[in-house]
C-alpha cells in the first residue's frame, strides 16, 4: 500500500493554510497514494474529519500525531481506532503546557470541517513541548493502543538523534523514520536491534505539493500488525 503517514493539516501552526481535509485527500489521490496519516502537532482534533474526507476519496486512513516531548523530541503515534485516538487525545489535554496561540507569532491553527470550511481556532498553542518525557509520550501512545514511531529520526531538527545523539538502550518504539532512504543501510547498522522494525519514508509536508508521490510501501504483514485495513 502506498503511503505517507507524516502530514500537517492547517491545524499545525507551521502547516499551510491550503492544507484543509479535501486538499490534502484530492491530492493523496493525485499522487497514487492509498493509505495517509495526518499528524499534527500535539493535536488530534482534526482526527475526524480527516478520516471522514480521506475516506471519501477512497483512502485508507490511519489516525495519528506528533508529539513534542519534553527533550523536544518529535514523536509520530498512529492508532487505529477511534477510540484509541480520542484517549491519546484527552491525555495530550493532560500534558500540555496551557499557553494562548499568538496565531501572528506562532501561526494559525485552524480547524475544518468536512467541506473545508473554517469551524475553529485552536486557542492553545501547539508550538509548544508537552510536559511529558519521551518515554512517557511513548507508554502513552502504548497504553491507548497506538504505535509508536522516531520522527525524522536523523537530519532534522527535533529529530531524537539532533537532539540526543543517540537511541536510549530499550526504548520501546515500534517503528522509526527517515527522510531519505538511503539512510536505511546506515540505520541498520547502527542499531541492529530496532533493524526488523518498520522504517518509514514520509514526507512531513507542510504544503500540499510536498506530498509524496506514491514512492514507498508498507507490506501486508506490518499493515496487519499495525491494525490497517
Ligand atoms: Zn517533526
Ligand atoms: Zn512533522
Known amino acids: 500500500m502506498f503511503y505517507d503517514l507524516h502530514i500537517h493539516s492547517g491545524l499545525s501552526p507551521c502547516g499551510d493554510s491550503a492544507m484543509t481535509p479535501n486538499n490534502i485527500a484530492r491530492m493523496a489521490v493525485l499522487k497514487g497514494l492509498q493509505l495517509i496519516a495526518v499528524t499534527d502537532h ?11 474526507v480521506a475516506h471519501q476519496y477512497g483512502l485508507t486512513y490511519l489516525y495519528g500525531v506528533e508529539l513534542q516531548s519534553q527533550e523536544e523530541v518529535h514523536i509520530l503515534g498512529y492508532f487505529a481506532t477511534e477510540k484509541s485516538m480520542e484517549a491519546m487525545q484527552k491525555w495530550i489535554e493532560n500534558h500540555q503546557i496551557k499557553v494562548k496561540n499568538r496565531p501572528d507569532f506562532f501561526g494559525d491553527q ?27 509520550c511513548i507508554k502513552a501512545i502504548h497504553h491507548k493502543g497506538g504505535k509508536a514511531v522516531l520522527a525524522h529520526l536523523y537530519g532534522r531538527k527535533y529529530g531524537l538523534i539532533q537532539q540526543l545523539g543517540f537511541i536510549p538502550e530499550g526504548l520501546p518504539i515500534d517503528g522509526v523514520e527517515l527522510c531519505d532512504p538511503r539512510e536505511v543501510p546506515f ?39 499495525w491494525g490497517i485495513r
Open 42 to 52: 500535539n493535536s488530534l482534533k482534526q482526527q475526524h474529519v480527516m478520516a471522514e
Open 110 to 136: 485552524t480547524l475544518f470541517d468536512k467541506d473545508d470550511q473554517i469551524i475553529d481556532d485552536e486557542p492553545v498553542a501547539l508550538i509548544f513541548s508537552l510536559n511529558a518525557s519521551l518515554e512517557s
Open 187 to 225: 540505520f541498520k547498522n547502527e542499531y541492529p536491534q530496532y533493524a526488523h522494525l518498520p522504517i518509514l519514508c514520509n514526507s512531513d509536508a507542510h504544503q500540499l505539493g510536498d506530498i509524496h508521490e506514491a514512492r514507498f510501501s508498507l507490506e501486508a504483514p506490518i499493515l496487519k500488525m
